[in-house]
Every structure is written in C-alpha cells, then in structure tokens.
C-alpha cells in the first residue's frame, strides 16, 4: 500500500482517496503548486493535510476564519495530529508558547491569519524552522472579485518569496469564477500550477423549492418532521430571525438564533448551543455560517429566497457535510423577490463609495442578472440540480431523481377564468382613470373596500370582490404567468403600474386558454442514501458522542460524524477488528473512545 493511503487509513480512517483527493496529493508529493477548486464537503482538508503529513518541515495553513482555525485544529487533535493555530482569540503568553513548541517541532500544522505573516515575531519563527508547504485556504479572498477580500491575503505572495527555501504552494476555494481564479494564480504568485475543478453536484443533498400559502406553517411542518435533526433556518433580515426562532421556540422546537444585531457574547453562545446539539436549530440571518464546520447538519431550511445562486449554494451546502443524507428546502416567495429587488435597485449607498457611477450601475445590473437566475430557479420547474449547476458551469447528464422537481413534477392547472377577471379589473381602474400598481387592483379584486380603494371610489367597480379568498400570493403567481407570456407589463418608473398588452385580448375574451405549472407536494426520498439506522441505537450513540465531547470541551461531531454513528448503526460491530473497518474512524478515535463505543453496542445487542 503507498504511504499516503496507510496514513489516510491510520489518521482519518478512510479506505480509499476521492480522484481529486489523489490528484491533488501526487501533485503536491511531487513538489508542484497546486489551485483546487472543491465545493464544500468535497473532502479539501485531507488534500493537505496527507502531505502535510509526509513532508519533512511544517505546513503553514493561512486561513481567514478564527472559527474554522479551531474547527480544523480540534479535529487533527483528535487524530492524534499535531496541530496548532496561532491567532487574536490567543493571548501574547499563549501564542508565543504554541511558536515555542513549534520551534520544538511539536506540530505537522500551524493554522494562521494572514495577518500574522506582517508580525516580526512570527517572521523570526519561520526563518528557524523549516516549512515545506504554505496553504492558502478559502484562497478567493485574495480577489477583489470575490465575495470577501481580504487585502491581507496579498502579502502571502511576498512572505513566501521571502523565505530561505520556497515551500510548495497549495491553493483551495469554492469559487469558481474564471476570474477569481485568475486571480489566484497571479497574486499568489502560483509557480505553473497543477489546476483542477472538482464537480459541484452533492448527490446526498436532496433540493426542493416550496411556494406555500403560509410559510410559518410550512416551517413548523418541515422542522417537526425532522425532530431530533440538526438543522439551520435562514432567513433574509435579523426581524425574521427573531419572529421565526420565536415561533419555533413557541411550538417547542429547541431552536436558537444569530443575526449580526445580538450583543458578540450572546452570538458565542448561541452557536455552541448549536455545535453541541443543545439547541440542535439555529435560525440566522446570512451572517451565520462562514466559517460554521458543522458536519452533522441534516437540513437546511430558507425561510426567505437569497440574492444569487452562489449564495444559496453556499448556505444549502452546509447540510449533510458528512456524506450523509440531508434537505436544502427553500419557501418561495414572490414577497422575497421584491424585497431583494428594491435592495439591489435602492442599495446600500456606502457600499460602492470607492466606485464610478458606472461601475456601480454594472454592479447593479449583474446583481439584477443573479436575482433572475435565483428566480428560474424557484418557479423555473424540472430538476433543480440540473439549474444550480449550470450556474457552475457543469452539465447532468440526467434530471437527478433526487429533487422536489424530479420526483414530483408538476400538473397544469388551468386558471383562465382567474386570469379573466384579473385582466379586466385592470381594464376597468384604468378607464376610471388611474394607473394602479398590483397591490391596489389585487385589493379591489380581493374586496377590501379600505384606503385607497375606497378613496378612489374603486369599490364601485364591477370586479370589485370578484376574486375574494384569493391570497396575494396566488395572485402574483397569477400576475407573473401573465407577464410572462406577454399579456401584462409592468411598467412606471418609482411605482410599477400594471398595464394590459395586445396579447391579453385571446386570454380576455375566452378564445385561448392560460394554464400554470405547479408542483404537486413532493416527499423526500432519497431511497439509498438514509440508511436503516435503529433511532434507538443512533440515539445512544449520539448521546455517548456528546458526552465524551462534553469531557474536552469540543462538539459531539468532532468525535464521531454521523455519517460514522449511522454506520455504526449498520454494522454493529462488536470488537475493535470490526470497529476499526468503519469509515472515519481513525485509530486514535479507536483507541481512545472504541471501548465505549462498543460497550454500547454490545448492551444494545444483549437486549434484542
Ligand atoms: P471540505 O473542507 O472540502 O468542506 P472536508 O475536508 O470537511 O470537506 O470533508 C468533508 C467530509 O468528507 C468529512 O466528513 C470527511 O470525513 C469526508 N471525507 C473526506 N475524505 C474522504 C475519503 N477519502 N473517504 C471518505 N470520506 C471522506
Ligand atoms: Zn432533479
């Protein structure tokens, strides 16, 4: 067996590298810079880590996440790795102790802030010991065309060159852009690297997009389902953050928050209640999640739509970071898409202070481009996966089978008679001689005789109350699948104002039908993937997990992920021969928690 498989087996309990795991390894051994770019989950920490491990010197892991520094640290430790990382969460005794030690060669790994390069203290540090490969995590913030620059992420190139002997140079991101990428390659200074792409599909995701009456009911249904799981709720501003972690809370779900507005103690806690299962539901706003290593997350919930489908991937991507099976449900609103909309037309005006008018104005509109895509996706039909990946650049061969598009598909219904009455009230508040927007013909057709409808005199209308019981949201699908096909425009400058087009007269006057697609209710399947794991097993097993977790101070999923406890659960080992062929247990897990493990499987055993 090759050396870097003995030890991925011994350090990580694998039996086998992913291709672009080996590829980028070989790459490495053989001394040659490598740019990888993996979505998350794909397995980028091990890409590093196995030669970090074989190599003579230390690796130097340059990381813009406190959070992910300690994450990644924790779990090396684990392994029986030596690992260290070097931060501002550290004091001056504390941090000068780990460059003691690591002069002492106590550490295959130092993780670090880019901004500890500029520091004499640490510069001294590297010219005693000898680093044989500089790491360049989430390696996009070197870009101001990413998502989060970070302008000291420029001085690796110069620190690298700096050292006596130039260590190779390993590179990863999730960002896929060409340019970002470029980026990569030119202010990291890469020397002619080995370049690969990792495919962004993660089959044991499943996808689904819901359009429900009322999302607050929807929510409770989907997390009540799933009780027990661990799950994040996200949700577009912090007032939705607190009103939905109220209602989860009012109904009993253990549910906890995170928004930008919580005083920084309060947002601690409330994400170790989160990494511990103590409150195994975090509802957040975008802010929650950079940097969050949680691999035990079985769903991923949107209360409200993102702006793009970088972002949605990203957020939905943080469920099921074992391997195992787990949901990226989004409630879809046409409410969310005119809030995203009015934000990127009326944006936050310091944010583009250091541009043109023009460049602004292109930011703008590329905004506006994303926020379509991120639309056909919501209301679009057919398999989802295949649309999120075309983002990316990426062809399925074949709709996925694992998507509310895929298994449900959708019925036309026909909504002619709806349509006609829509169309003709705004026939009708036209020639009493206003331009009304949605939100008035919508009022006059719903029969709510208050403020303007009343004002205008427009409860006189003919169409007035023709629609009552109709929500705005069946409306708007309604409004939408006229716009679509031509029929309506929306037009006017600071208000939009509804307006019929030629198009609409077949519709109007009964010599054409109109249909809209909707999605008959999906049920997640995902039939290979949720193994036959006994809940009471799993349970006990979580419970040990957290209990041993509890005794270092470091999360349950540190020790064991679930994808190992489900295993577990499979398996039913009874000896640490048998314990030891499961994949992700290293043989320090093994040795150190094995006997645990296996007393619960054997009192588990003796009771059947
Ligand atoms: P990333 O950093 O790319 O998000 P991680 O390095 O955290 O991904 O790995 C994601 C998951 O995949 C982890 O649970 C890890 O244990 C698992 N994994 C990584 N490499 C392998 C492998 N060769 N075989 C099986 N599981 C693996
Ligand atoms: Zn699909």
Redesign the pocket.
């Known amino acids: 067996m090759p050396d870097e498989l003995l030890l ?1 087996h011994e350090y ?7 291709p672009s ?1 080996q590829e980028v390894i070989s790459h490495l051994l053989s001394g040659q810079d490598v740019l990888a770019v ?10 590093y880590q196995i030669p970090a491990l074989m190599l003579e010197g230390v690796t130097l892991v340059i990381s813009p996440l406190i959070s992910l520094m300690k994450d990644q640290v924790t ?1 090396l430790r684990q392994n029986g790795i030596g690992a260290a990382y070097i931060n501002s969460s550290l004091t001056r005794e504390q941090s000068a102790e780990v460059l003691r030690r690591g002069a002492a060669g106590a550490y295959k790994l130092i993780y670090i802030a880019p901004e500890r390069l500029e520091t004499p203290s640490f510069q001294r540090f590297c010219q005693q010991i000898s680093i044989s490969m500089v790491t360049v995590d989430e390696a996009h913030c070197v870009s101001q065309w990413g998502h989060d620059f970070r302008p000291s992420y420029l001085q690796i190139a110069r620190f690298v060159e700096g050292l006596a002997v130039r260590p190779v140079v390993s590179a ?1 991101t ?1 960002t896929a852009t060409r340019r970002v990428r470029q980026d990569i390659r030119s202010l990291l200074k890469l020397n002619r690297p080995h370049e690969l792409v990792t495919s962004f599909n993660r089959s044991n995701l499943y996808f689904e997009v819901q359009r429900p009456e009322d999302k607050d009911e929807a929510l409770l249904k989907l997390v009540r389902d799933r009780a027990g799981d661990s799950g994040i709720v996200y949700c577009l501003t912090r007032k939705n953050v607190e009103q939905v972690c109220a209602l989860l809370c009012r109904h009993g779900v253990p549910a906890t928050r995170y928004h930008a507005g919580l005083p920084t103690e309060e947002r601690k806690k409330n994400q170790e209640d989160f990494l511990f299962d103590r409150r195994p539901v975090m509802v957040a706003t975008n802010a929650f999640g950079m940097g969050i ?1 949680k ?1 035990n997350v079985n769903y991923v919930i949107h209360y409200n739509m993102p702006a793009n489908m970088e972002s949605y991937y990203q957020e939905a991507g943080r469920a099921g ?3 195992s099976a787990a949901d990226c449900i989004l409630l879809y609103g046409p409410r969310d898409l005119r809030l995203i909309r009015y934000l990127i037309q009326n944006g936050d005006t310091r944010e583009g202070a250091e541009l043109t008018a023009e460049e602004r104005e292109m930011l703008r509109r590329n905004r506006l481009r994303q926020l379509d895509q991120m639309e056909r996706y919501c209301t679009g039909g057919g398999c989802l996966r295949e649309r999120m990946l075309e983002y990316f650049g990426e062809r399925l061969e074949e709709p996925c089978g694992n998507c509310s598009g895929c298994l449900a598909g959708y019925e036309d219904v026909d909504v002619t008679e709806e349509a006609q009455k829509l169309l003709s009230c705004v026939v009708r508040v036209e020639r009493a001689g206003y331009r009304a927007g949605k939100a008035l013909v919508y009022a006059v057709l719903q029969g709510k005789n208050t403020g303007a409808v009343s004002r205008l005199g427009l409860d006189r209308l003919s169409t007035f109350g023709l629609l009552k019981g109709l929500s705005d949201a069946h409306l708007d699908i309604l409004t939408e699948r006229l716009t679509e096909r031509g029929m309506l425009l929306e037009s006017g400058d600071s208000i939009p104002v509804l307006e019929l087009t030629a198009r609409a007269k077949p519709v109007l006057f009964g010599r054409q039908k109109l249909t809209v697609k909707r999605r008959k209710p999906a049920q997640p399947a995902h039939p290979a993937l949720k193994s036959a794991a006994d809940p009471v097993l799993l349970d006990r097993l979580k419970e040990l997990r957290g209990r041993l977790g509890q005794r270092q101070s470091v999360p349950g999923f540190a020790i064991f ?1 679930d ?1 190992v406890l489900r295993e577990i659960c499979k398996r039913l080992p009874t000896t640490q021969k048998e314990l030891r062929g499961i ?2 247990l290293s043989t320090a897990k093994c040795d150190r928690y094995g006997e645990d493990v296996l007393a619960v499987v054997r009192a588990y055993l003796a009771e059947k």
């Open positions: 991925l990580f309990g694998h039996t086998a590298f992913r795991q993996m979505p998350t989950g794909a397995g980028k920490s091990v890409c779990a990863f999730a290593d691999s970071r074992d391997g992920s994808a994949s992700g």
